[in-house]
């Protein structure tokens, strides 16, 4: 388990922490797999399962363990995507077990807002976009100039750069085309 955080590989380590908490059975885990499996389910987005985990921690260990509190208060802020107190709620002394996946967090959480933004906008303003983004002004203008949209200075409006069109479906085969005629003249008989 050491081997996948430091190789930072989390979809493994998501994994073998499953496992982990399958392996104790109705007895608790630790604390330490508690935060470790809520903030890889914080890093993969995952916070239906991250819910579920938070009904499966025994109280005690909730009470007990003030960081797994704190990764929990992330979750909440994600699940109604409050970006500005996700940001804030990211901003804590982590423990050098959770450091890793929450920096990842924090990374993945502002590369998402970023396409958000792509996706939605044709242009923002750019102390809304820095809200979305969880930097200030000015860092948040640069991050926007570095991903090559347009800035204007004058308004403090961003343009956002288009991105890439979804590739071509690709085009049926000989074997695609027989089978939808079959299926045609299985439906019209």
């Not at 982990?20 to 608790?28: C, N, T």
């Not at 909440?76 to 077990?97: H, I, R």
């Not at 200030?136 to 991903?147: E, H, I, L, P, T």
Request: aromatic content about 10%; proline content about 5%.
């Amino acid at each position: 388990m050491a081997a996948a955080v430091n190789t930072m590989d989390y979809a493994q380590l998501g994994s073998d922490l499953e496992r982990q908490e399958l392996e104790f059975g109705a007895s608790p885990a630790s604390p330490l797999l508690y935060c470790q499996l809520l903030a890889v389910y914080v890093l993969q987005n995952d916070l239906c399962n991250a819910k579920f985990l938070w009904k499966r921690i025994p109280l005690g260990i909730k009470q007990n363990c003030p960081e797994l509190v704190l990764i929990w208060h992330v979750v909440q802020k994600m699940w109604l995507k409050d970006y500005a107190g996700t940001y804030e709620a990211l901003q804590k002394e982590w423990s050098d077990d959770v450091k890793n996946i929450m920096l990842a967090v924090e990374d993945s959480v502002r590369a998402r807002a970023l396409r958000l933004v792509q996706l939605a906008y044709s242009n923002i303003h750019a102390n809304e976009f820095a809200t979305f983004v969880g930097m200030n002004v000015d860092k948040a203008v640069q991050a926007a100039v570095d991903a090559g949209w347009q800035v204007d200075n004058i308004t403090g409006i961003l343009i956002p750069k288009p991105l890439d069109p979804p590739a071509a479906p690709p085009i049926m085969n000989e074997q695609h085309l027989f089978v939808l005629t079959q299926y045609v003249t299985y439906m019209e008989n």
